[in-house]
């Protein structure tokens, strides 16, 4: 036990002799540690940050296999999707500033930059849209063609042992009056799309699609896209990235501040001790 006590005293002796040594006064380590620096500021070039977050994750060989032919069998381009949200003070406004987006997807389609996309524009049809549809149809549909179509279901059932009014039910159809939907106003609509294709606030309407898009193909998209006005990517693994990355650059920047101080420390130390001699 003394010997041991001996030993561990010598050593803490060895430990504050080291903590209370003035390297600053030797001026070789001074010039070996800027000889180091050099060289590791050099060598420094040749390293990366990693931002990409889904590289934090330890996997094993044999899970990065199964990931690697899971991505041969279903392309390795599929990914989570991004959602894309247009906003408009009114529903009219924001479905045509998703139209506007929806031409540009089109065309980053046609390159195979994006792989597929949605949205509610199907069913989400603008006032303007609806009343180009209606005139459309009305314009079709002249009377002698409606005379012509009625006499020919009519003849054309009989041969085949159809009711006279089996098809008055769609010959109606051809008679009706149509009018502009507001689809915010249809209570079938709403519980179908609101909330997750349509929000709503006091100032503004959002439609929401999403877009499905190779992780290399993302900056050139959203490059695109970033030209649309009111038109907002929800990505959240793009962003961290992103996040990351500044962090990154901050990081650099306090990491070469501090290193500066620290050889300018000891030229403050050596003026200090001269005034005070």
């Known amino acids: ?102 031409a540009s997807l089109d065309s980053l389609k046609q390159a195979g930059l994006v792989q ?36 020919k279901l009519v003849e054309t059932g009989m041969k085949h042992k159809f009711k006279n009014n089996a098809f008055s039910s769609f010959l109606k159809l051809l008679d009706k009056s149509y009018q502009t939907v507001n689809v915010l106003e249809e209570p079938q609509l709403q519980s179908l799309l609101k909330g997750d294709w349509i929000n709503t606030s006091a100032k503004s309407v959002m439609v929401i699609s999403f877009a499905n898009l190779r992780q290399t193909d993302k900056d050139v998209v959203y490059n695109k896209l970033a030209n649309i006005n009111n038109t907002v990517v929800f990505d959240k693994q793009y962003f961290a990235k992103k996040f990351i990355n500044i962090l990154n650059v901050d990081f650099n920047f306090v990491l070469y501040t501090c290193s500066l101080l620290v050889f300018i420390r000891p030229e403050e130390s050596r003026v200090a001790k001269e005034c005070r001699s």
């Open 116 to 151: 597929r996309y949605a949205s509610p524009r199907c069913i989400l049809i603008a006032a303007d849209e609806q009343r180009i549809r209606i005139t459309r149809w009305q314009n079709y549909w002249t009377p002698e063609r409606k005379v012509f179509l009625k006499r």
């Open 1 to 102: 036990d003394v010997h041991q006590h001996h030993e561990d005293f010598a050593f803490f002796r060895f430990i504050d002799k080291i903590s209370t040594y003035k390297f600053e006064g030797n001026y070789w380590i001074i010039i070996l540690v800027v000889i180091i620096s050099i060289v590791f500021w050099f060598t420094s070039k040749k390293t990366s940050f990693d931002s990409d977050m889904m590289n934090l994750n330890y996997t094993t060989e044999k899970l990065k296999d199964a990931e690697s032919k899971l991505n041969q069998i279903i392309g390795d381009s599929i990914v989570k999707p991004v959602f894309l949200v247009t906003t408009g003070a009114t529903l009219d406004k924001a479905l045509h500033n998703q139209a506007i987006m929806e």
